[in-house]
């Protein structure tokens, strides 16, 4: 079963979710992946960032769900979990958290950029980015590009 | 016309920015396109721009559009048929996860 | 500078790691990637693993240090940290961390493959397979197939 | 032939485990072939096993030997020339990290 959520700052970390994860993990498991999320303190522009804030609709748990358990099923991967932190978050802080634990390594770096491709493209999740100059989401950036 | 319960529209991002609101009621609609022309109305110039590339009614590629959970864009675009109860979601492009 | 090190079970653990990784975290730094490879339960041959032995040379730190400082060096790279565990380990115990911080997921999620591939191919460090049936350095075992 | 130094032989892994110590001295040898000759003397069968590919004299794939910390690859091969005071290394494939 995946293991997902969405949280506010605080509520969840790497150390707890990887500890989680080692507390049941099957006998054929010779890989475990991670990806951290973390703000950055200079925007794509160069402009000095304050903060992000992240927002998300209800259905994100069940797209998180969904993703977690499309690649899960996959015969050498035991465990996928995916935790997104929505709140204001500043430079330096977590923002996502995926784990993967699968049979070799290549099970684990193959699922790891898929499972955040489809996170960043799937997940009813947006930013807003507060820089000492200006606010703009971050969709609105794409656009100007 | 349609019974009491109308149509819900939610916004997410900049659209519930622009609003002002996590979600309204609309008493009608006969589609898509109906629907965000009575956005426009009670929104005004800030909603237009968001919705729409600048000048033309055609939607903005960053804009998704789901009835009742499905993206417009497997129904029949801006002509999906609307009726009573259905729940339209409105929001830009998502960009989760750092 | 690259943060390595050669280790005995339990002087080691990814909790302690990130902690450290997180302490001095560049600003440009979106991303951060981890692996750690667990021993197995089940051998390629399907039989059960009583316990894996790891041996290192006296070279397998600047080994370790070369390939980070390799990896480090990249302009979107911030830091390559790299412990390896050379003991007596059981199964579902961990051998390896290797953990990368860079500016985007792209950097980190290209860069763990390569750490590890080189670290597989080229750091002085053995391992004998001891299963219920039998015992046999891994390189042994590949010279059968 | 040769000062009081002697060349220094190194094993890890299974050489180690075939040898029964870490490292061992040897007084003399021209190049790394007499070298593993003079090895196979002291250690026998098993030595000569874990060193050659099955009755030849060829080194297995597995097997690297390094002269000073250089390859035997990007040297003369088992023709590499030793000399008084040379550190030389034996190991297999390596094999670290889960």
Request: proline residues 3%; hydrophobic residues 40%; glycine residues 10%.
């Amino acid at each position: 079963m995946p293991d997902v959520g969405i949280h506010l700052k605080g509520e969840v970390s790497l150390p707890d979710l990887f500890q989680k994860l080692r507390q049941d993990i099957g006998e054929n498991v010779g890989a475990v992946g991670c990806f951290v999320g973390v703000v950055r303190g200079l925007s794509e522009d160069g402009e000095r960032v304050k903060f992000l804030r992240y927002e998300s609709s209800e259905d994100a748990v069940k797209k998180l769900e969904q993703i977690a358990a499309d690649i899960e099923k996959r015969p050498d991967i035991w465990r996928v979990m995916i935790h997104h932190v929505v709140d204001q978050i500043a430079p330096g802080e977590d923002a996502i958290y995926v784990l993967v634990a699968g049979r070799r390594r290549d099970d684990v770096f193959r699922a790891l950029p898929e499972l955040m491709n489809r996170v960043k493209a799937e997940a009813p999740i947006w930013k807003k980015e507060v820089t000492e100059q200006r606010e703009y989401w971050v969709h609105e950036l794409a656009e100007r590009k | 016309m349609g019974s009491a319960l109308g149509i819900t529209v939610k916004f997410f991002a900049n659209f519930r920015e622009a609003v002002g609101q996590e979600q309204v009621e609309v008493a009608a609609a006969m589609d898509v396109a109906a629907l965000l022309d009575e956005l426009v109305r009670r929104f005004g110039e800030r909603m237009a721009k968001q919705l729409y590339e600048s000048g033309s009614k055609k939607l903005c590629e960053t804009v998704n559009v789901l009835v009742n959970g499905r993206g417009i864009n497997l129904l029949s675009g801006l002509d999906t048929k609307l009726k009573d109860g259905d729940v339209v979601a409105i929001f830009p492009s998502v960009s989760g996860g750092g």
